[in-house]
């Protein structure tokens, strides 16, 4: 008699890719808020600029404007402060660099460094 031999996923199989997958999915989940504000302050930026006038626009006006949006979208880890702010072929640039540390477990953290400029909007 003749013996087929079985082929599939084991036991410790299933649970070593189960807590993978677990694992992944609670990275995502905590980097969630993460992504989230980084797209508030892109979208702050972006009206911002888009409201201005590049001929009468100040600074200060211009992170006054910046400040007001950044309550709306909830963006908390960047302040009007944090802007550069410049003038480039008669258009305005702002831009800030910033990072965020994200703890995932015990002292385990990951660091995650955002840049947002509007000069690459033409």
Do not use: C
Not at 62 to 87: H, N, P, Q, Y
Request: proline letters at 2%; zero cysteines; hydrophobic letters at 50%.
């Amino acid at each position: 008699m003749k013996y087929k031999s079985q082929s599939g996923a084991t036991l410790i199989g299933v649970m070593v890719g189960g807590a993978v997958l677990v694992a992944l999915l609670l990275v995502g989940l905590k980097l969630i808020p993460v992504i989230s504000e980084f797209m508030g302050v892109k979208r702050s930026i972006a009206a911002v600029v888009a409201g201005a006038n590049p001929q009468t626009a100040t600074v200060s006006e211009l992170r006054s404007a910046f400040s007001k949006r950044a309550m709306v979208d909830d963006v908390t880890t960047v302040s009007a402060s944090d802007l550069d702010i410049t003038k480039e072929d008669g258009r305005i640039v702002i831009s800030v660099e910033y990072a965020r540390k994200v703890k995932l477990f015990g002292n385990v953290s990951l660091l995650i460094d955002f840049n947002v400029s509007t000069a690459d909007n033409h």
